[in-house]
């Protein structure tokens, strides 16, 4: 069993940056597939970045391409999002998710652990 928990979610201000951080604990990560996705109010959860177990390939939606980076330390069992540039769209709570494999990194049905999720609010 996986345990994860993020942090790092807070209110911040259109163009600001947040780092959010996600800790696994009972297993080890460092042979997981690791995602953030995120959820709006209303709106469907939705993939925002994803990392292989080894960090070797990345993965990111359109809407964060360029803004956001998906690192891991697994010497630390953590997986981090750094968001640059941040919209009022990118409100959403922030869940991180792992897997121990898979198809389709994008996809939510693909990862078996989830955390409870970080609040980022992106004011205007």
């Known amino acids: 069993q996986v345990q994860l928990v993020e942090s790092g979610g807070e209110l911040v201000q259109t163009g600001g940056s947040l780092r959010l951080s996600c800790a696994a604990s009972k297993r080890t990560v460092s042979n997981y597939d690791m995602a953030w996705f995120r959820q709006a109010p209303g709106k469907e959860r939705e993939f925002v970045a994803a990392?292989?177990?080894?960090?070797?390939?990345?993965y990111y939606a359109d809407s964060v391409k360029g803004r956001f980076t998906i690192s891991r330390d697994n010497a630390k069992n953590t997986v981090y999002v750094q968001m640059n540039s941040l919209k009022p769209e990118d409100t959403a709570v922030y869940y991180c998710?792992?897997?121990?494999w898979g198809l389709g990194p994008r996809d939510s049905s693909q990862y078996a652990y989830w955390g409870q999720g970080t609040q980022v609010t992106v004011s205007s």
């Open positions: 998710a792992a897997r121990l």
């Open positions: 990392i292989t177990w080894n960090g070797g390939n990345a």
